[in-house]
């Protein structure tokens, strides 16, 4: 008998309670993919519609909805204070002047940081240069993780849907706090008390090679802001407005309009039709939807009685600073 050198039945053996281990082991503790690992192993349906694009791959989207995010809550923030409103997020990342004129309620400081750039549409700086900075930082974070994005809308295949990023809060505390304010400023006869109660809040991207124009369209908002995020040059007008209807609430030729600086925005109500005429240079744009509750988008034009009472609605934000009362 040869000790020293395992039999057959020794082999066999030995291969059954490995097996039994195995077992063993996978029942008391089986082996799982963290949220993350799951997430990166998906595939997610690419972008291809350059219209009506909204429900492209809605399936997959909703069936891996809860997955997705414990997937991000999982991978983390990079820049924790881009998602929460506070006096240091004011102080830091909001225009001084805005900032200033809202929470001392100077109606006149506010009236004169708005530029009339074309008929009904408005340029003023919303953001720092240095938020731009940070939040291209966090989404690039974001696609770092290798976590599936959904596109941004049913026209721009590239970008990011900001609330599915954590950025709901934020963004609805700006539209309350400020975004509110200015809109019922400036267009007393189209936004009234519950018109704005919702954000969409979503970046787009415009590369040679991707996406590089966007076809004259309206958007699902009462009110759109578009922001600027990363720098152009000067002379590099693309984005337009031009209003078709009958009757037009604003010119109908085409009026190209420059949006350059890092921080600086376009506020005009969300039928306004517009486009981006195809870009030479790179284009980062944050872009905040505002509607009523369930999606509502008013575009209808308020009676010269009701915009007399939302005004004195108005007035009482400015004299007692309580938005939410009105
Ligand atoms: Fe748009």
Redesign the pocket.
């Known amino acids: 008998m040869n000790r020293g050198i395992p039999t057959k039945t020794h082999k066999r053996m030995w291969y059954q309670v490995g097996v039994l281990l195995v077992l063993l082991k996978n029942f008391v503790a089986p082996s799982q993919k963290s949220a993350l690992e799951e997430a990166r192993s998906l595939t997610a349906p690419v972008a291809e519609a350059t219209s009506g694009g909204d429900l492209e791959g809605s399936e997959f989207w909703d069936q891996h909805d809860e997955l997705l995010q414990k997937a991000r809550r999982e991978w983390g923030r990079r820049y924790p204070e881009l998602y929460e409103y506070t006096d240091q997020f004011a102080d830091q990342f909001l225009d001084e002047k805005l900032v200033h004129a809202i929470a001392n309620r100077e109606k006149q400081l506010l009236a004169s940081l708005f530029e009339p750039v074309v008929p009904g549409v408005y340029r003023f700086q919303l953001f720092t240069p240095e938020f731009c900075d940070l939040l291209q930082q966090e989404l690039k974070h974001h696609e770092e993780s290798g976590i599936p994005q959904r596109r941004p809308n049913g026209?721009n295949r590239f970008g990011a849907i900001l609330s599915d990023l954590g950025f709901a809060e934020i963004m609805d505390d700006m539209m309350n706090l400020y975004l509110i304010p200015i809109s019922r400023h400036l267009f007393a006869d189209y936004v009234g008390p519950n018109d704005l109660v919702e954000t969409y809040p979503f970046t787009v991207k415009y590369k040679p090679g991707q996406d590089v124009k966007?076809d004259p369209?309206?958007?699902a908002a009462t009110v759109?802001v578009?922001v600027c995020l990363l720098e152009q040059d000067k002379d590099a007008k693309v984005l337009y407005f031009a209003d078709d209807r009958e009757p037009a609430i604003a010119s109908k030729a085409k009026q190209f309009v420059a949006l350059s600086n890092p921080g600086e925005a376009l506020i005009h109500l969300?039928q306004l039709r517009?486009?981006i005429a195809p870009i030479e240079q790179e284009r980062h744009q944050l872009?905040i939807w505002m509607f009523g509750e369930h999606d509502y988008v008013r575009i209808a034009k308020y009676e010269p009685d009701e915009v007399r009472q939302h005004k004195v609605l108005y007035d009482l934000f400015w004299k007692r600073g309580v938005h939410q009362e009105l």
């Open positions: 026209m966007l369209h309206s958007d759109t578009n969300g517009h486009g872009v």
